[in-house]
């Protein structure tokens, strides 16, 4: 409470002229107090008119008041000052240079609270006050500081400008619109800016629309990264386990085939190792049969030799070495080929399944806004090597040149498959599409180009099978006559230079499906935006004395 009394001393006490204690302090008549020098000098501006006015209440005295100090505030003030609890304004309440200053402020200029549209002026808070007490000033329109009042003032005709000219799209005072804008299309200010300031709501509504929509793609971006980060985590876990499941059926498989082996060499060495003992007793008892025979041969006694010779044991029967079969370093090498073979299989197998692999990878991508390539060199980044289906194709449809192109011909010995069309001549391609693609057609005669399901029927009759006649295909019917679009049988007229080639861009995630005619120049024939459900095939359909081939792009 004290300190509210204070200050509410020092503000009864304080030049609302220089917004310090007063200085030699004088009282006019009408109740207000300055000090003497800043009343002098506001008073020494007005002195042209003869017409004097209090600074606060803007009551007018004439002729100019003679000041006398008055004694009981100079005493007060004195007081006060010994009490030594006078406080300056904060330096944050003076002007600074990006600040609009107080136009009255004599001296250091404090900050402006409010600019005035009708007196041009800009009033700190205690200057502004009379805006709020007398009835006149009470009616002008008071704006946010503006270092900028003096644009609302003609530099022609030095008026405040009220009015706007719709025709020369500026704003004038009201002798301008007596004077050059006479006859243009001029409105007040006033209703100019309720104009524009509707035109300028829309654009806000449109602004925060555009915001809100932003911000669905922004929490929709952010879902479809945790998404992404969450089945890459789970791809990685399930292939490493899959993987580990993979090396452990090939250690089980290693170990048991060396068990094998081992097993085999232990019995096929204890077999050789019997059959050397054999041999070696063999050689033993020949051995010594041989010295019982030389000792006998050397015997000079006839009637002793005779009468020994019978006595000697007769030889056993000899081990056949026809049946010892000897297969120099070709023992166990059959196993080693079979393990190769194992080995190569394998390799084909995960080669070309981390084709795949890698597709599939390099195909996730998250549903941006991104632009369609503009020339074919950038279209040809995308190609991708397609190649026909022989089991799709229908048995009048010659495949050649290594399951590029399809020409129509007699039946062909094709085996049966439920994925063989058999009344449509149409074939798939072997690979399915996603992401982004792009292939060119080259034809002579009358030719379908188009993209399906796979799932499409392919023993239905009429439109369930043919491409362009259901849901599950888009085709472009292309002819020496021209061009038609077909889906869902639906025919849309295409009109386009005539071309013998004709290119396909499919950006799966994004919906687009467009055909090219491809000559010198490149032509967008026929676009498709649309939700691509499942992967597509690229397909072909060829008529009586037509050929079509996918091109080689690489």
Request: charged content about 25%; aromatic content about 6%; some cysteine.
């Given at each position: 409470?004290?300190?509210?009394?204070?200050?509410?001393?020092?503000?009864?006490?304080s030049?609302?002229?220089?917004?310090?204690?007063?200085?030699?302090?004088?009282?006019?008549?009408?109740?207000?107090?300055?000090?003497?020098?800043?009343?002098?000098?506001?008073?020494d501006?007005?002195?042209?008119?003869?017409?004097y006015?209090?600074?606060?209440?803007?009551?007018?005295?004439?002729?100019?008041?003679?000041?006398?100090k008055?004694?009981?505030?100079?005493?007060?003030?004195?007081?006060?000052k010994?009490?030594?609890?006078?406080?300056?304004?904060?330096?944050?309440?003076?002007?600074?240079?990006?600040?609009?200053?107080?136009?009255?402020?004599?001296?250091?200029?404090?900050?402006?609270?409010?600019?005035?549209?009708?007196?041009?002026?800009?009033?700190?808070?205690?200057?502004?006050?009379?805006?709020?007490?007398?009835?006149?000033?009470?009616?002008?329109?008071?704006?946010?500081?503006?270092?900028?009042?003096?644009?609302?003032?003609?530099?022609?005709?030095?008026?405040?400008?009220?009015?706007?000219?719709?025709?020369?799209?500026?704003?004038?005072?009201?002798?301008?619109?007596?004077?050059?804008?006479?006859?243009?299309?001029?409105?007040?200010a006033?209703?100019?800016?309720?104009?524009?300031?509707?035109?300028?709501?829309?654009?806000?509504?449109?602004?925060?629309?555009?915001?809100?929509?932003?911000?669905?793609?922004?929490?929709?971006?952010?879902?479809?990264?945790?998404?992404?980060?969450?089945?890459?985590?789970?791809?990685?876990?399930?292939?490493?386990?899959?993987?580990?499941?993979?090396?452990?059926?090939?250690?089980?498989?290693?170990?048991?085939?060396?068990?094998?082996?081992?097993?085999?060499?232990?019995?096929?060495?204890?077999?050789?190792?019997?059959?050397?003992?054999?041999?070696?007793?063999?050689?033993?008892?020949?051995?010594?049969?041989?010295?019982?025979?030389?000792?006998?041969?050397?015997?000079?006694?006839?009637?002793?030799?005779?009468h020994?010779?019978?006595?000697?044991?007769?030889?056993?029967?000899?081990?056949?070495?026809?049946?010892?079969?000897?297969?120099?370093?070709?023992?166990?090498?059959?196993?080693?080929?079979?393990v190769?073979?194992?080995?190569?299989?394998?390799?084909?197998?995960?080669?070309?399944?981390?084709?795949?692999?890698?597709?599939t990878?390099?195909?996730?991508?998250?549903?941006?806004?991104?632009?369609?390539?503009?020339?074919?060199?950038?279209?040809?980044?995308?190609?991708?090597?397609?190649?026909?289906?022989?089991?799709?194709?229908?048995?009048?449809?010659l495949?050649?040149?290594?399951?590029?192109?399809?020409?129509?011909?007699s039946?062909?010995?094709?085996?049966?498959?439920?994925?063989?069309?058999?009344?449509?001549?149409?074939?798939?391609?072997?690979?399915?599409?996603?992401?982004?693609?792009?292939?060119?057609?080259?034809?002579?005669?009358?030719?379908?180009?188009?993209?399906?399901?796979?799932?499409?029927?392919?023993?239905?009759?009429?439109?369930?099978?043919?491409?362009?006649?259901?849901?599950?295909?888009?085709?472009?019917?292309?002819?020496?006559?021209?061009?038609?679009?077909w889906?869902?049988?639906?025919?849309?007229?295409?009109?386009?230079?005539?071309?013998?080639?004709?290119?396909?861009?499919?950006?799966?995630?994004?919906?687009?499906?467009?055909?090219?005619?491809?000559?010198?120049?490149?032509?967008?024939?026929?676009?498709?935006?649309?939700?691509?459900?499942?992967?597509?095939?690229?397909?072909?359909?060829v008529?009586y004395?037509?050929?079509?081939?996918?091109?080689?792009?690489?």
């Amino acid at each position: 409470m004290v300190e509210k009394g204070i200050q509410l001393v020092e503000e009864t006490l304080s030049c609302s002229i220089c917004l310090d204690l007063l200085k030699d302090p004088v009282a006019v008549s009408c109740g207000h107090s300055y000090c003497m020098k800043c009343l002098q000098s506001h008073w020494d501006t007005e002195d042209e008119k003869k017409l004097y006015s209090c600074p606060q209440c803007r009551q007018i005295f004439t002729p100019r008041p003679v000041l006398l100090k008055n004694t009981m505030l100079a005493i007060l003030v004195e007081e006060l000052k010994k009490s030594g609890l006078q406080a300056a304004p904060a330096d944050h309440c003076y002007a600074g240079a990006e600040d609009v200053a107080c136009d009255v402020c004599p001296g250091r200029k404090l900050k402006a609270q409010k600019s005035c549209l009708q007196c041009l002026a800009s009033y700190c808070q205690n200057h502004l006050q009379p805006h709020f007490e007398v009835a006149p000033l009470k009616k002008h329109k008071l704006v946010e500081p503006s270092k900028k009042l003096q644009e609302n003032v003609c530099s022609r005709h030095d008026e405040v400008m009220k009015m706007f000219c719709r025709t020369d799209q500026q704003s004038i005072c009201t002798i301008c619109l007596l004077d050059e804008h006479k006859g243009h299309n001029t409105v007040s200010a006033a209703a100019e800016r309720a104009e524009r300031q509707r035109e300028l709501e829309v654009s806000r509504q449109n602004i925060q629309q555009r915001i809100q929509d932003r911000e669905k793609d922004v929490k929709l971006l952010q879902q479809e990264a945790e998404a992404i980060n969450c089945s890459a985590d789970k791809a990685v876990e399930d292939s490493q386990e899959i993987f580990t499941q993979l090396i452990r059926l090939i250690e089980e498989q290693r170990s048991d085939v060396a068990q094998q082996v081992r097993s085999q060499q232990e019995s096929q060495v204890s077999r050789v190792k019997e059959l050397e003992e054999k041999l070696r007793q063999e050689i033993a008892e020949l051995k010594r049969k041989d010295g019982e025979l030389q000792t006998l041969s050397q015997t000079q006694d006839h009637n002793q030799f005779l009468h020994d010779y019978p006595s000697l044991s007769a030889l056993s029967q000899p081990t056949r070495s026809s049946s010892i079969h000897i297969r120099p370093l070709r023992y166990f090498e059959d196993v080693t080929a079979a393990v190769s073979a194992v080995r190569d299989k394998l390799q084909d197998v995960l080669t070309e399944t981390w084709t795949n692999i890698s597709l599939t990878v390099t195909e996730v991508d998250v549903l941006l806004p991104r632009p369609e390539p503009n020339t074919r060199e950038k279209f040809i980044r995308y190609s991708c090597d397609i190649t026909l289906d022989p089991n799709t194709a229908h048995r009048n449809l010659l495949l050649s040149d290594g399951n590029r192109e399809a020409t129509l011909t007699s039946q062909q010995s094709y085996p049966s498959h439920p994925d063989r069309f058999t009344n449509s001549l149409q074939v798939l391609s072997r690979e399915s599409l996603t992401g982004r693609c792009y292939w060119e057609v080259e034809r002579r005669g009358g030719v379908y180009v188009a993209v399906a399901h796979k799932n499409i029927s392919r023993t239905g009759s009429g439109n369930e099978c043919g491409f362009g006649g259901n849901d599950k295909s888009w085709a472009l019917n292309c002819n020496d006559s021209g061009y038609y679009f077909w889906h869902k049988n639906v025919q849309t007229p295409v009109s386009g230079p005539r071309s013998s080639r004709v290119g396909v861009y499919l950006d799966h995630r994004a919906g687009i499906l467009s055909f090219y005619g491809i000559s010198e120049t490149m032509t967008l024939l026929h676009r498709v935006h649309t939700t691509f459900t499942q992967p597509l095939h690229a397909g072909l359909t060829v008529g009586y004395d037509s050929t079509a081939a996918i091109c080689k792009l690489r």
